[in-house]
């Protein structure tokens, strides 16, 4: 069974950080790119960052600056180093990894609130 797993969201307060995690099964031998994704109440699913298998990343112009997305080869696993959040950044996170398709991570819920 392939496994994409996130962790490490949580309520935090305006300007504060998070650090996102998606782990990924072995059984997904060879990664292509991997993405995060996320989804606000009444929102359509929106891309946040990407990071290749070259190593190249693109982000939304709405996290430029704020956001990293990151990778450990090693551990087959991913991050998103979340800095200067905002409310406006709520949202639920997914990770998407694709190999010669797409598989979906369950999502974890991100609450910027005081």
């Known amino acids: 069974q392939v496994q994409v797993v996130e962790s490490g969201g949580g309520l935090v307060q305006p300007g504060g950080s998070l650090r996102l995690s998606c782990a990924v099964s072995?059984?997904?031998?060879?990664?292509?790119?991997m993405e995060w994704y996320r989804q606000a109440p009444g929102k359509q699913r929106e891309l946040v960052a990407r990071?290749?298998?070259?190593?190249?990343?693109n982000y939304a112009d709405s996290v430029k600056g704020r956001f990293t997305i990151s990778r450990d080869n090693a551990l087959n696993t991913m991050y998103l180093q979340m800095n200067s959040l905002k409310p406006e950044d709520t949202a639920v996170y997914y990770c998407?990894?694709?190999?010669?398709?797409?598989?979906w991570g369950q999502g974890t819920q991100v609450t910027v609130s005081s």
């Open positions: 998407h990894v694709v190999d010669l398709k797409g598989y």
């Open positions: 072995r059984s997904i031998f060879r990664i292509l790119s």
């Open positions: 990071i290749t298998s070259g190593g190249s990343t």
